[in-house]
T-cell receptor
Framework: AQSVAQPEDQVNVAEGNPLTVKCTYS??????LFWYVQYPNRGLQFLLK??????LVKGSYGFEAEFNKSQTSFHLKKPSALVSDSALYFC???????????FGKGTRLHILP | GAGVSQSPSNKVTEKGKDVELRCDPI?????LYWYRQSLGQGLEFLIY????????KSGLPSDRFSAERTGGSVSTLTIQRTQQEDSAVYLC??????????????FGSGTRLTVV
């Protein structure tokens, strides 16, 4: 069965600095990978996905993520953090042979002004 | 509708009572999912409906939990004899195809269930 791990419960970054939110996954086949964001008092929103092709995928709000097959990772990155990026971020994975997405426990990102 | 609609937005119930949570997906979305979000537990998969196929119930935590989807649209999640550990935010999502490959899932705002 597929699983996903987000090793950091919380990440603090100063505004303007680059940010990374870590994610590793485990699947038996080829993965589909996703990042979702949950802003305070708002629903979960889709950020980006990796299905196939380029290992670096770009998504909403200037975020990007790099698929690394050898390290089974899909870290979320942004070159310059904004205070408005403060939110709860979820990594998710789907095995190609399954139809449901499994989410990680989430990482709370705090951008400090 | 324009988005995934869930009702009620908040529900407080007494331990032992049954509750029903409703999800109205985006029109035309064939896939519908229920997840549970508990503090510190992330999003826990509960159940998945895809078209007319038999639902994937592998995430339901006990036989007190059940869900149905009528006419391929609205879904109801029922929790019987609620327990305090059932307190959580129950999220519904829908997508065009399986697992949101095209555009990801669209989530509703959730139902916050509190069992007292």
């Amino acid at each position: 069965a597929q699983s996903v791990a987000q090793p950091e419960d919380q990440v603090n970054v100063a505004e303007g600095n680059p940010l990374t939110v870590k994610c590793t996954y485990s699947v038996s086949g080829n993965p589909y990978l996703f990042w979702y964001v949950q802003y305070p008092n708002r629903g979960l929103q889709f950020l980006l996905k990796y299905i196939t092709g380029d290992n670096l995928v770009k998504g909403s709000y200037g975020f990007e993520a790099e698929f690394n097959k050898s390290q089974t990772s899909f870290h979320l990155k942004k070159p310059s953090a904004l205070v408005s990026d403060s939110a709860l971020y979820f990594c998710a994975v789907r095995d190609m042979r399954d139809d449901k997405i499994i989410f990680g426990k989430g990482t709370r990102l705090h951008i400090l002004p | 509708g324009a988005g995934v609609s869930q009702s009620p937005s908040n529900k407080v119930t007494e331990k032992g009572k049954d509750v029903e949570l409703r999800c109205d997906p985006i029109s035309g979305h064939t896939a519908l999912y229920w997840y549970r979000q508990s503090l510190g537990q992330g999003l826990e998969f509960l159940i998945y409906f895809q078209g007319n196929s038999a639902p994937d119930k592998s995430g339901l935590p006990s036989d007190r939990f059940s869900a149905e989807r009528t006419g391929g649209s609205v879904s109801t999640l029922t929790i019987q004899r609620t327990q305090q550990e059932d307190s959580a935010v129950y999220l519904c999502a829908s997508s065009l195809g399986g697992a949101g490959i095209m555009d990801g899932y669209t989530f509703g705002s959730g139902t916050r269930l509190t069992v007292v």
